[in-house]
């Protein structure tokens, strides 16, 4: 009888302790998106040019993390969200080809997205005057401009080094290749971002 | 020739750049990225539920994969279950000489069974 009320009393307190290591987990990986969301949303919104699509990958990715990979290290969390937003991104492309040659197909156009603006509406938090602001938006709409028309691998490059900050190993993790891929990649979008930019960014 | 603090300019004011975007993000957008997440935290429950179940999934599988194994080992019978020893026994009895008699003799027997009773009622 005391023999099973200790057995008990032994699964009992696994069963806490689990509960609590989970909650804690939780508690971290709660943490860890919250910081790094606003960060990958505007990074997806750079990359397909809409903001509800880019708001439907992050969410996206966030469930794969959390469902996938809430045990690994919380150390693994960056490149591996990054990697898991970085697919649903190419997985989007890849819709969308489609999506474009049948529209092509039925005579249909695409939809030209040189307009598109994400950034004008919002209120500057820091207070700068509306010529300021304009400056900025500008600046940051030929920066995506000239971003969005980098070849995929290149851009996936510059926007995890240099939007991100993550190093050449997570970068790698986050792509899937070699961290020699990652500097080639990383060095031609520079390149080209620079001859794209021009005057204004030298 | 461009020189590499070139390229790490023009990274810096990328990133300076990128850094204001993020931080202008409207209110609608950041209640939409809070209910995301919230989603994505319920998920961890949501599968240690599933995969509490998905458990005992295989164990059943080779449980259930056993059970048809050995119904096919065994072999399903052809005929259906022999007679049991009982039917046979009356149906000897009923076409044996001796029933016939007694059921030639079946107003006698009736007859006999409360007469019996009498006596020993007398003779209790």
Excluded at chain 1, 77 to 95: E, K, V
Excluded at chain 2, 61 to 73: K, L, P, R
Excluded at chain 2, 86 to 110: K, N, Q, R
Aim: glycine share 6%; with cysteine.
């Amino acid at each position: 009888m005391s023999a099973c009320a200790g057995v008990f009393a032994v699964s009992c307190s696994r069963e806490q302790s689990k509960g609590a290591t989970t909650l804690q987990r939780e508690r971290q990986l709660n943490q860890f998106l919250a910081g790094v969301e606003r960060r990958a949303l505007r990074f997806a919104e750079i990359a397909v040019r809409d903001r509800d699509e880019a708001l439907d990958l992050v969410q996206d990715a966030m469930i794969k993390l959390a469902r996938n990979y809430a045990e690994q290290p919380e150390d693994e969390w960056t490149p591996l969200f990054f990697r898991i937003l970085q697919n649903g991104i190419r997985d989007w492309y890849r819709r969308q080809m489609v999506r474009n040659r049948v529209m092509v197909w039925f005579g249909r156009g695409t939809n030209a997205d040189n307009d598109y603006d994400p950034v004008a509406q919002a209120p500057d938090p820091a207070g700068r005057g509306p010529d300021d602001q304009a400056q900025t938006d500008e600046a940051m709409q030929e920066l995506e401009s000239a971003v969005g028309r980098l070849p995929a691998r290149q851009r996936e490059a510059f926007m995890l080094r240099t939007f991100e900050g993550l190093d050449v190993a997570g970068t790698a993790v986050a792509m899937g290749c070699s961290q020699g891929s990652v500097k080639t990649h990383y060095s031609r979008a520079v390149h080209s971002l620079r001859d794209a930019l021009g005057e204004h960014w030298q | 020739m461009k020189k590499p603090h070139q390229d790490e300019e023009l990274a810096r004011q990328a990133k300076e750049l990128f850094d204001d975007s993020v931080e202008r993000l409207d209110a609608a957008t950041l209640s939409r990225l809070n209910r995301s997440r919230h989603e994505a935290l319920a998920e961890i429950e949501r599968s240690k539920s599933v995969g509490h179940w998905a458990r005992w999934v295989p164990a059943t599988g080779v449980a259930a994969a056993a059970v048809v194994a050995v119904v096919v080992w065994q072999g399903v019978p052809v005929e259906g279950p022999l007679p049991s020893a009982g039917p046979v026994t009356d149906f000897e009895i009923l076409i044996g000489e001796d029933s016939l008699e007694m059921l030639e003799d079946l107003e006698f027997y009736s007859w006999i069974e409360p007469s019996d009773l009498q006596t020993d009622g007398n003779v209790g």
